[in-house]
Structure formats: C-alpha cells, structure tokens
C-alpha cells in the first residue's frame, strides 16, 4: 500500500487554432496556478493535436494536455474554475487515480533528438540486430505440394 497513493489527473483541450508558444504559455500558466492553489505537480505533458468525436464549439480538432498532480482536493476547484472562464479551453476533466505515483517523462521529441545527435550509429544497430525471416524454396514447395495433394483426397 506504500507504492499506491491517490493523485489526480486533468486533461484539457485547448482550442486547434492556438500558436505552439501560446500552448506552452497556457500549460505554463495553469501549472502555475495548481500550485498557487496548493497541488503539487507530478507530471505535465502536451499530447498534441487530436480530431475530436465530435464538434465542440464549432471545432473538430483539439490540442490535448495532460496534467498529473497531488493535493487536498480543494485545488480542484479552483483550477477547474479558471479553466472553465478561459476561452481557450474548451474541455476539461479531472479524474481521481489510485495507483504508483507517475514519473515526469521527457518529451518524445527531445529525447530522440537528443539520442540521434549523441548516439547516431543506433539507429544502424537497432537495424542490424532485428532479426531476418528466411524461407527455404524447398521447405515450402513440399508443403504447397502436400497440401494440395490433401485438398484433392
């Protein structure tokens, strides 16, 4: 029970048409204001732009952020409210989880950006090592043979 504690996730969707310095400046500010509001934040990552199930606001398309974090559960609240005022979100949701606490992940693009300047021969190993399926000729003219012969009987 030690590794399993209680922390929430958010996940809002911010409007499509928004600039990419705007979105960082939006996960910005609302990372700021959890924890003005008392949270502590575990984890924040932007998913990116995703087509909606359906329209929202006129919009088929939304940039997707999630937000994991810990508190008393009054931060909630507060944070769903300037979510709510703001114009650029145009959905949110926050879900109580169970379970081992998240790890901060490094952003996928950086990370192999990172790993292809420091390291860029593997790429080349990870093609060498990757195994290669052979077929033998005779191997499957016997079975194609045997098989007819047993489709004909």
Request: glycine share 6%; net charge negative.
């Amino acid at each position: 029970m030690n590794d399993h504690q209680s922390y929430y996730e958010t996940m809002y969707i911010l409007r499509p048409d928004i600039a990419e310095d705007e979105v960082t400046n939006h996960i910005d500010k609302y990372n700021k204001l959890l924890e003005e509001f008392g949270g502590t934040i575990l984890d924040s990552q932007m998913r990116g732009k995703r087509r909606l199930a359906y329209q929202i606001a006129k919009h088929r398309e939304g940039i997707y952020v999630q937000l994991s974090h810990q508190g008393n559960g009054q931060h909630i609240f507060k944070i769903e409210k300037a979510m709510r005022l703001s114009e650029d979100i145009i959905r949110y949701m926050t879900v109580k989880q169970e379970g081992p606490l998240p790890a901060p992940r490094p952003s996928a693009k950086r990370s192999t950006q990172a790993d292809d300047k420091e390291n860029p021969e593997t790429k080349i190993e990870s093609k060498e090592k990757q195994p290669v399926a052979s077929t033998d000729s005779s191997i499957s003219g016997k079975n194609d043979s045997e098989n007819k012969e047993n489709a004909e009987s």
